[in-house]
């Protein structure tokens, strides 16, 4: 069987996840699904990269040790993937024990190869990044970040030998023309090597950063956080002796954004080689997503927070947005009103009006039911089941590619060749004729395998519209049970089946009123005030000792679907149960942040004694539980 294994970059645990971050992970979750249609063996790797320099600031900013810290924003992310409907096999956390007892193993085996040495290094130091900086990477002699001149420091260091492998490099990627791929990239890379590479100094005294991977043969040393972070990738393969290793990683695809080139491009390759194992086969790179034409910064508020999008606009468009907008490798310009202009234009009125006019008219003519193909196909006829199946044959081609864009309008030229093919052969004006019931049949049948194979092929980019149209059309299969050999074939309906009408898959937005929408407040029920709680005064309220709590441990209540008990450090420890498990798994909620109730007379609850109250939000079906915006000290009065 074929396999196929990609990953996304390890996110930095420093900020809260945004649009790019949700990109590149939904490109490696289309290239997942579309390897598992085609009836690959995938593995699919994401995870959070948590030590160094960074994460150690932004831990002492917040008030916290590293490792909650780590534990709390390393959560969001993983929260994250699921609601994106990302289909990773494993999650992986550079604090995680496995990954220390790799990186330790690969420093040790390297070190044992003469390929890291010991040496002063006296070079430009830049106090605000604690980092060296080479005289090319500065801008006008500053550091680009701080811009500030940076002062001559001496220190003994950690090096890893990664000028010996410069000219391997070079001959593998000249060898290979797609390891770096697109070419502007790989070009890049090659400029680089032009010049000579310099080795790579791996270590950090630890008086200096002590949030990081000990050195196996120096402790008084930890590990640049660049040497740790690269090789979860073969951590989550169980290397040196796991049977994953062996079957993924000569198959290995790692995605990144262009900000992260030199590290992937350059020292992974290095260090893989060093180790003594051949190199990943492809290096996927993309552009990155730009807001008014520039960066996303907090400091402006142009942060795009994935779950504010797929709130409003629904998770489908979202995705479908991303992947039909960006040419993978170039840069591309988020707005809202360009996400609503596709989602109203290719989803609602191609995509969404194909189906339910579709539908509508197998109820109408053929109550509901799928019908016959009745008649020999004719001209129209075949040209729009070629039309679907060169559709299906592009995403074959295109995928592996990276060319998602390209998929997706032969898809759409599929949807828009149906919608046209209902105008031209008006379906409503044979019905009127029982000479030509037969005719009817074939054109309804041909329209209703149209909008099946579009929920096949659309399944990578769009599972659950996929598994949604699928399911009215009387199919039940989940989206990656699909299979491309058994499903993207033309014919396979089974006639009287029943399909279901429904509601529309994607209603069209208007964006003046959703931002409209977005100012007012919710409307409370006809004639009800929205506050109906009698008014308290101040000291009243105050009587009330809400704290913030780290959950530390939780775990189910036996014999009971809706409890979970936890035990939430807010300064001391509190068990406390909450009822949240229909919800929260432990898993998710451990290591996240909660306002208790500290003060409320101990009860217990299905035998299990609860000292606090944690508070939620419900929504209908969501229930949320109340988080600080920002990570706190445990135990903080929230008041
Ligand atoms: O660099 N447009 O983590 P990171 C598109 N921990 N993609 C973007 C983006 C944008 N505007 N901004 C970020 C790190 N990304 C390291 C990686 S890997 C061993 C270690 C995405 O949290 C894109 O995938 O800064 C980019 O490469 C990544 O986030 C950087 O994430």
Redo the contacts with the bound molecule.
């Keep these: 069987m074929d396999r196929f294994y990609v990953s996304?970059?390890?996110?930095?645990v420093n900020a809260e996840p945004h649009i790019?971050?949700a990109?590149?992970t939904i490109v490696a979750d289309v290239l997942n699904r579309f390897h598992l249609l085609m009836g690959f063996k995938t593995f699919f790797l994401t995870g959070t990269?948590e030590h160094g320099d960074k994460i150690a600031q932004a831990a002492q900013e917040a008030g916290m040790d590293p490792k909650s810290y780590a534990d709390h924003i390393s959560g969001l992310f993983r929260d994250l993937w699921p609601r994106l409907n990302i289909s990773n096999d494993r999650f992986i956390r550079t604090t995680d024990p496995d990954h220390i007892r790799v990186v330790q193993y690969v420093l040790q085996k390297v070190h044992d190869a003469g390929d890291i040495y010991f040496s002063t290094y006296r070079g430009l130091y830049c106090v605000g990044c604690e980092r060296f900086y080479t005289e090319r990477e500065l801008v006008d002699g500053k550091c680009p970040d701080h811009d500030k001149e940076p002062v001559e420091r001496e220190e003994a260091n950690y090096f890893f030998r990664m000028s010996k492998y410069q000219d391997w490099l070079v001959e593998h990627i000249e060898a290979n023309p797609d390891f770096i791929r697109p070419e502007r990239y790989r070009n890049e890379v090659l400029a680089f090597l032009r010049e000579p590479l310099e080795d790579l100094c791996i270590s950090r005294p630890v008086e200096r950063l002590s949030w990081g991977i000990p050195l196996p043969f120096d402790h008084r040393y930890v590990t640049y956080v660049w040497f740790d972070?690269?090789i979860?990738y073969i951590t989550a393969l169980d290397y040196p002796d796991g049977p994953l290793f062996h079957e993924f990683w000569p198959v290995v695809q790692h995605t990144?954004?262009k900000?992260?080139l030199k590290p992937h491009g350059i020292y992974w390759p290095t260090i893989i080689r060093a180790v003594g194992i051949t190199p990943y086969r492809h290096l996927n790179v993309?552009g990155?997503?730009k807001i008014n034409e520039g960066k996303?910064s907090k400091s402006k508020g142009t942060v795009v927070r994935p779950l504010d999008l797929v709130s409003l606009y629904g998770l489908d468009a979202f995705r479908y947005f991303l992947l039909r907008e960006m040419v993978f490798g170039l840069d591309a310009g988020f707005s809202e009103e360009a996400l609503v202009q596709r989602l109203n234009s290719d989803l609602a009125n191609d995509l969404g009006n194909l189906f339910s006019r579709t539908l509508a008219m197998t109820a109408r003519y053929f109550d509901g039911k799928v019908p016959p193909f009745d008649t020999e196909p004719d001209d129209m006829d075949r040209e729009l089941i070629a039309r679907t199946e060169a559709a299906a044959q592009q995403l074959t081609r295109e995928v592996p590619k990276l060319n998602f864009h390209k998929a997706l309008v032969s898809i759409w030229e599929c949807i828009n060749a149906a919608n046209r093919y209902i105008d031209h052969t008006a379906p409503w004006n044979l019905a009127r004729d029982p000479a030509r019931l037969g005719r009817l049949k074939t054109l309804i049948r041909n329209l209703l395998e149209v909008n099946r194979m579009v929920a096949v092929l659309i399944a990578p980019f769009m599972p659950s519209t996929a598994e949604t149209m699928l399911h009215r059309l009387g199919i039940h299969k989940k989206s990656l049970e699909l299979r491309f050999d058994t499903d993207a074939r033309w014919g396979i309906l089974i006639e009287g089946t029943t399909v279901d009408k429904g509601e529309s898959l994607f209603p069209r937005v208007d964006l003046q009123q959703q931002k409209e929408g977005k100012k007012e407040r919710p409307k409370p029920a006809a004639g009800k005030p929205a506050v109906e709680a009698p008014l308290i005064d101040f000291d009243l309220f105050k009587q009330l000792d809400m704290r913030i709590g780290t959950v530390k441990h939780a775990e189910r209540v036996p014999r009971s679907d809706r409890l979970l008990k936890l035990v939430v450090d807010i300064g001391e420890e509190r068990q406390v149960v909450a009822g949240i498990a229909q919800t929260h798994s432990p898993e998710q909620i451990v290591g996240k942040q909660v306002v208790l109730v500290a003060n409320l007379k101990p009860a217990k609850l299905m035998g299990v004694e609860s000292r606090g109250m944690v508070l939620a939000v419900k929504d209908g079906d969501n229930l949320c539980l109340l988080t600080p915006e920002k990570p706190v000290r445990p135990g903080q009065p929230v008041s």
């Design positions: 996304t970059p390890i996110y930095y790019g971050h990109y590149t990269d972070a690269l979860n990144i954004a900000d992260i993309h990155y997503w996303m």
